[in-house]
């Protein structure tokens, strides 16, 4: 079907890949295609966003979310379940996956929420969702917030280890950030290191978001993400960024995000927490930025500089995320897969423009950064960027 310079078994291959029924049936130098202009890497998986949706439509919905990460080179996300209303019920999961089904661009899984209103029947929730779709996982929980329905103790936190399901923590604990105060200086990086330390004493989770050495040095039983900001952005970013700074767990000093980035080799998961807030909320203080569709463009950018490897960027952008989520026919380039491609012209450097991203949100904090997007995007076999459609599964 296309033949090019293929990222096949942890380097790059001149050769054909066959695809039958939306799966790769061969790879090899013989195998005949039309020839493609770039690289062809396995497209990423996304396993932090927030499509909005449901009564927060003018941040973000669904249908545009997951445009933006067709074109970032992006074939399946794990949306999070802190929407309005919260998705902590079997009835609102299905409502939302019903939803994806029919506006979804590429694929689509859902987490569910843990909250201390749910905690008590959460087993059967799981199961009941279990019973039709795939799910992730129960997250991104929350050990601080300032809505305590969400601020789950260590204590719950035990209770629910014991659960058959793998739980996502958004790891900041409540007694080193200043509550009620959104502004990023007073969410200490104490609040990550300690919750990393008090979670692995409990059990083996999956953490959000990490932002510092120190948590992710303290991994040693869960799997973990680290967001492009983290490694791209820091706290000398503050003037450039004012009113549009906030993110949790907050930007950090320039040496703890060079040491991220300088270690990428050492992140298991690079995820965007894609959280689109509009302007207008983002002058009242809500936290977080987009990503979705800026993250794979930025690194390929950054692995063309030579400032991380090819190698490193598929790990930890789709390899590590399929392998760490259990998406068996997703992540990589091989023979049973997904057809999932995405192809980057390295001649093509862009400079980001948020109006030409598709995010209803409306901005992004890497206006003016140097990324590689995307040319083609496959999808199951489908070539779906130059006219996409809304082919996308929700499972
Ligand atoms: O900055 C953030 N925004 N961090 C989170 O954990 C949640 C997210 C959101 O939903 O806006
Ligand atoms: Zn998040």
């Known amino acids: 079907m296309i033949y090019g310079k293929i990222f096949y078994k942890g380097e790059f291959t001149e050769a054909g890949i066959e695809v039958e029924n939306g799966r790769i049936k061969k790879i090899g130098k013989l195998v005949k295609g039309k020839k493609v202009d770039g690289i062809i890497l396995p497209a990423g998986i996304d396993v932090h ?20 990460a067709l074109h970032g080179g992006i074939c399946l996300v794990v949306d999070q379940p802190n929407t309005k209303p919260v998705v902590d019920r079997a009835e609102v999961y299905f409502r939302r996956m019903e939803l994806a089904e029919k506006s979804t661009y590429v694929d689509y899984t859902l ?17 009941k969702i279990r019973e039709k779709y795939f799910l992730p996982a129960i997250g991104e929980v929350f050990l601080q917030n300032y809505n305590k329905e969400f601020e789950i103790s260590y204590e719950t936190l035990t209770m629910v280890s014991k659960i058959n399901k793998k739980i996502t923590i958004h790891a900041e ?37 990490l932002s510092t050495r120190e948590a992710v040095e303290r991994v040693k039983r869960g799997s973990f993400e680290v967001a492009p900001h983290h490694l791209l952005l ?31 080799s050492k992140i298991q998961i690079l995820a965007s927490d894609h959280a689109p807030h509009t302007i207008e ?24 500089r030579s400032l991380i490897s090819f190698n490193d960027l598929v790990e930890k952008i789709a390899v590590n995320p399929a ?21 980057f012209d390295l001649r093509d450097v862009k400079k980001i423009n948020s ?14 950064f140097k990324a590689v997007f995307p040319n083609q995007l496959y999808l ?13 599964i929700a499972f």
Do not use: M
């Not at 927030?50 to 933006?68: A, M, P, Q, V, W």
């Not at 290191?193 to 979670?199: K, R």
């Open 234 to 264: 820091s706290t000398g970013d503050y003037n450039r960024l004012r009113e549009l700074v906030n993110v949790n767990p907050p930007l950090r000093q320039k040496d703890d995000a060079d040491w991220l980035l300088r270690n990428f």
């Open 281 to 304: 909320d983002k002058k009242t203080g809500s936290a977080g930025f987009p990503g979705v569709e800026t993250t794979y463009p930025i690194f390929v950018y950054l692995a063309k």
């Open 49 to 68: 966003v927030h499509f909005r949706d449901f009564e927060e439509k003018r941040k973000e919905t669904i249908e545009s979310g997951s445009l933006s």
């Open 355 to 368: 109006d030409k991203l598709h995010s209803l949100c409306n901005w992004t904090p890497y206006e003016g």
């Open 380 to 392: 199951r076999g489908e070539e779906v960027l130059e006219s996409p459609l809304r082919s996308g």
């Open 111 to 127: 987490n569910l929420a843990l909250t201390n209103k749910n905690v008590d029947k959460i087993n059967e929730i799981v199961e």
């Open 173 to 209: 604990d409540p007694r080193f950030v200043e509550s009620g105060n959104p502004n990023f200086l007073f969410r200490k990086k104490e609040a990550e290191i300690t919750a990393v330390e008090e979670c692995e004493k409990i059990g083996e989770f999956h953490f959000c978001h």
């Open 323 to 343: 392998k760490t989520f259990g998406f068996n026919d997703y992540g990589e380039i091989e023979v049973g897969k997904f057809a999932n491609f995405a192809i």
